[in-house]
């Protein structure tokens, strides 16, 4: 069982920067595919991006590439979402989720959810 718990949201405005921080409790954090979503009101929750167990892998939505990374430290149980570039469009619920095997971009593959972490970007 995994328990997340995402951080780091907040009002930013355009052309800005952020760093979400989702902290993990449970054992197999550091054996779980961590990834980021997102849900703008009135829209479906998209995927962001993933990382894999060991960080040496990661897989980017089309629209966050270049300006979104995504991190993980084992040792702290936590991954990070660093945003640059911040456009309105970003504005939305920011969701940290864990999955056991492989990358995945499907919601329905991923089986803990964090609370999410509201973002917000201003023009």
């Known amino acids: 069982q995994v328990q997340l718990v995402e951080s780091g949201g907040g009002l930013v405005q355009a052309g800005g920067s952020l760093r979400l921080s989702c902290a993990a409790s449970g054992r197999t954090f550091s054996s779980s595919v961590m990834g980021w979503f997102r849900q703008a009101p009135g829209k479906e929750r998209e995927f962001v991006c993933a990382?894999?167990?060991?960080?040496?892998?990661?897989y980017y939505a089309d629209f966050v590439k270049g300006r979104f990374t995504i991190s993980r430290d084992n040792a702290k149980n936590t991954v990070y979402l660093q945003m640059s570039s911040l456009k309105p469009e970003d504005t939305a619920v920011y969701y940290c989720a864990a999955r056991s095997g492989g990358l995945a971009a499907l919601r329905g593959r991923y089986e803990h959810w964090g609370q999410g972490t509201q973002v917000t970007v201003s023009s």
């Open positions: 990382i894999s167990w060991s960080g040496g892998s990661t």
